[in-house]
């Protein structure tokens, strides 16, 4: 069960009040503002992913599940249409800097792709130790890429 | 935060100064700029970015295409950028090797100078 949900229209200008929801409750969960800038960036990647990916009238949508030391975030887009053609202009080709930046941004991404069905970004955040004393901050998470 | 974009002439080069989140909805505003000044002459570009907030994907791309733009008029893009939030976006997409990247107005604009009159053949 989700902490925060948000759901939004695909709009460009909405992207950063996503941002900011995620940011506050990353926040909110106690991660220090190193990790708020990486949570705060490849969130950012993942929605306006998702905006370019979903029709007009549907919604993205986002949810932020804060358990314990640990942040896990979902970003739906909704492309079931999206077969028509390259009518909304974002063929479907990725955008490698996009991806390398939730790459190198998240402790774990995993992105849920099939033609024309809707898709998902799943990302993971572990809450570091105090930066100072914090050798190797638990192991890889666990979660596979893919 | 909007997005500011002014630009004005210095040591023979075009400073853009750009602040506030450049992002997938105010990375248009900059690309009609730096197109802008491109298809009025200015081929040679230094964004000074020290007043940039947030950078995402959509921003590098701009700043790509920028660059591509000038360099098809035999001009250049110099970056200026010291805040680390704003670099670790350009090293992790390893656009620093694509990038030069200074830590103030006067480095780029002397580095860019330079670079010009040591190609000029």
């Not at chain 1, 708020?36 to 990916?53: K, M, Q, S, T």
């Not at chain 2, 009609?32 to 020290?50: T, W």
């Not at chain 2, 098809?72 to 110099?78: A, F, I, K, R």
Request: net charge negative.
């Amino acid at each position: 069960m989700p902490t925060v949900a948000l759901r939004f229209s695909p709009l460009a200008e909405h992207v950063r009040t996503a941002r900011l929801v995620a940011v506050a409750v990353a926040r909110r969960a106690g991660f220090p503002e190193s990790q708020l800038d990486e949570i705060r960036i490849a969130i950012g990647e993942a929605c306006a992913r998702a905006v370019l990916r979903t029709r007009s009238d549907a919604f993205v949508s986002m949810d932020l599940t804060d358990d314990h030391d640990r942040l896990d975030v979902v970003v739906h887009d909704d492309r079931r249409d999206v077969v028509d053609g390259p009518v909304g202009g974002a063929g479907g080709s990725e955008d490698p800097l996009a991806l390398a930046l939730m790459a190198g941004m998240a402790e774990a991404v995993s992105v849920d792709d099939e033609d024309g069905a809707p898709g998902a970004v799943r990302m993971t955040w572990s809450l570091h130790a105090e930066p100072s004393d914090a050798p190797s901050p638990r192991g890889d998470g666990g979660a596979s890429g893919s | 935060m909007d997005l500011s974009v002014t630009s004005r002439e210095e040591g023979g080069r075009t400073v853009v100064e750009v602040s506030g989140e450049i992002d997938v909805y105010t990375a248009p505003t900059l690309r009609e700029r730096l197109n802008e000044l491109v298809g009025a002459g200015h081929h040679h570009l230094v964004v000074d970015m020290e007043g940039v907030e947030f950078l995402d994907s959509t921003g590098l791309g701009v700043l790509v295409g920028g660059l591509k733009r000038v360099r098809s008029h035999d001009g250049s893009l110099h970056l200026v950028c010291q805040r680390e939030k704003i670099l670790k976006v350009f090293r992790i997409t390893g656009l620093t090797k694509v990038f030069p990247i200074h830590d103030s107005v006067a480095d780029a604009i002397a580095a860019s100078s330079s670079a010009e009159s040591g190609t000029a053949s």
